[in-house]
């Protein structure tokens, strides 16, 4: 089962402009992390968060993680058309064998 | 390139035929992870690897599904009697055994049963 919902599910924006994607989760988590992956392709990392963090960067990325609510969001400032892609959120659950839990992801489109 | 590698890219076969597929990990990288992805969804889990040991099974890898990683080195995925909903990416990853690492992926195998 997933654990992880996106939203939203497709999102399309101009170019310059900033793109935000959030996820929900339900249970306890170690770390939680951020894939891309272009249309047939496999998964690119972008950034881990760990359960004990609340904030991080990564060039145009940022990434918040609030575990009262068991949401985080991704913001990907002045969007290129290069960043047209899926992008999802997953989860290590505490506990867990440390695979990845994944949500059902964000459809990006950046229009030029 | 010494990213995880997937062969083959592509497969496409006949409902009942098996089918294998090989994965390589980063070289250093002791976890070895198996998904398989649906169209418009996320990856889900199948199964992992510690060195030569199959930790974790998912309810998602039925006995037609086998997985083998012989010296902690490559990993097999074999499905036996192929199924027309086993049409899916299949998606290898490596990673550190610490905790809060990332995990790297393959290309993915494509497979579509016909």
């Known amino acids: 089962s997933q654990q992880g919902e996106e939203d939203p599910q497709a999102l399309s924006i101009q170019e310059g402009e900033n793109a935000t994607m959030n996820c929900s989760y339900k249970?306890?988590?170690?770390?939680l992390q951020w894939y891309r992956q272009n249309s047939g392709r496999g998964l690119v990392h972008l950034i881990l968060?760990?359960?004990?963090?609340r904030e991080k960067h990564s060039g145009r990325l940022r990434v918040t993680l609030d575990t009262s609510k068991k949401s985080s969001s991704l913001l990907i400032t002045a969007s290129r058309a290069a960043d047209t892609a899926s992008y999802f959120c997953?989860?290590?659950?505490?506990?867990?064998?440390?695979?990845?839990?994944f949500g059902s992801g964000t459809q990006l489109t950046v229009l030029p | 390139d010494t990213g995880v590698s997937q062969n083959p890219r592509h497969k496409i076969t006949k409902r009942g035929q098996n089918v294998t597929f090989r994965c390589d990990p980063i070289?250093?990288?002791?976890?070895l992870y198996w998904y398989r992805q649906t169209l418009g969804q996320g990856p889900e889990f199948l199964t992992y690897?510690?060195?030569?040991?199959?930790?974790?099974k998912s309810r998602l890898l039925s006995d037609r599904f086998s997985a083998e990683r012989p010296k902690g080195s490559f990993s097999t995925l074999e499905i036996q009697r192929t199924e027309q909903g086993d049409s899916a990416m299949y998606l290898c990853?490596?990673?550190?055994?610490?905790?809060?690492?990332?995990?790297?992926f393959g290309q993915g195998t494509r497979l579509t049963v016909v």
């Open positions: 997953a989860t290590v659950l505490k506990g867990s064998a440390r695979q990845l839990t």
């Open positions: 968060i760990r359960s004990n963090e």
């Open positions: 249970t306890s988590i170690n770390n």
């Open positions: 070289s250093e990288h002791n976890r």
């Open positions: 990853a490596s990673s550190l055994s610490e905790l809060n690492t990332e995990a790297f």
């Open positions: 690897f510690q060195n030569e040991a199959q930790l974790e």
